[in-house]
């Protein structure tokens, strides 16, 4: 019997278009040549359009999840998505607390493509306070950044990306990876920040669609990577490209936002064949 392929385990709410959360997680490990495991930390109830509504489940639940898990199988890296809760967060900073060494990709889930909000102040207070310490990568969208490094309850005025990854890194993140389609610039700009400064700044391509789970992909792929072994960089290069290249491939099974193909070299290797 073979060894068995890097294990990551995923955190992460379900999506049963499958385009998002738990489910694009598990088609992208898996198509990056990784053992998807997964823990559920919420259910909703949405379509390609938006999330209708969400029920976290209970924190005890989660942590009995992944503790059954951890205790069984020697995982490579974890990957957090959508909490749900303060709770549940809390319960997720406890479990992978106790394996400091392994590296973790947090996707800070707090809106869906629609605008729906998935994350409360008091969770984003707990993310800021437990689970930011113990990040190797963060992977915020750039309104992401912006709302964990912003105080909410000062006027301060909304400072620029480059200080909002610099405050991210000042509250324990080793890495921040901001990405930048939700802003205003003929291509997307993705850039990724250490305690030295700017260390990668990668252009793409602005795509005409809208994306249902390009952020989960973009996380899953950075674990899958650096769960192989990867150096930063090139992880965060390579990551960027199976990202992209998702998007490229993908199609509308809905009537919202198109679904990234997470297998899109198996069809063009069919299309090769011919």
């Known amino acids: 019997m073979r060894d068995a392929p890097p294990l990551v385990l995923t955190f992460a709410g379900t999506d049963p278009t499958g ?16 053992h998807p495991l997964s823990v559920v930390t919420a259910v909703t109830v949405q379509d390609s359009l938006g999330v209708e509504d969400f029920l976290p489940l209970e924190a005890e639940w989660v942590a009995d999840q992944a503790r059954r898990v951890l205790e069984d199988m020697p995982v490579a890296a974890f990957k957090i998505g ?6 549940v967060a809390l319960a997720v900073a406890e479990v992978v607390s106790d394996y400091p060494d392994l590296p973790l990709v947090l996707d800070p889930v707090l809106a ?16 800021r306070q437990t689970l930011l310490p113990q990040t190797t990568v963060l992977t915020p969208n750039s309104l992401e950044a912006r709302q964990l490094a912003v105080d909410e309850t000062t006027d301060e005025e909304v400072p620029d990306l480059d200080t909002c990854a610099l405050r991210l ?7 921040v ?5 939700h802003e205003q610039t003929a291509q997307v700009v993705n850039t990724l920040y250490g305690e030295d400064g700017v260390l990668q700044r990668l252009t793409w391509e602005r795509l005409p669609a809208s994306y249902h789970g390009s952020g989960c992909t973009l996380a899953s ?7 192989q072994g990867l150096d930063l960089r090139e ?8 990202t992209h290249r998702s998007l490229r491939a993908a199609f509308r099974a809905g009537m919202g936002q198109a679904i990234p193909d997470r297998l899109y070299w198996l069809h063009e290797a069919g299309e090769d064949a011919t």
């Open 177 to 181: 990876l901001v990405t930048g389609a």
């Open 19 to 34: 385009g998002a959360g738990l489910q694009a997680d598990v088609l992208t490990l898996a198509s990056l040549g990784c």
């Open 112 to 127: 869906s493509g629609r605008g729906d909000e998935l994350a409360t102040e008091d969770l984003v207070a707990v993310i």
């Open 235 to 242: 992880a965060s290069r390579q990551a960027q490209e199976y």
């Open 169 to 175: 890194l000042e509250l324990g993140c080793e890495y």
């Open 82 to 87: 959508m909490l749900g809760s303060p709770e």
């Open 221 to 227: 792929a950075l674990a899958a990577l650096l769960a």
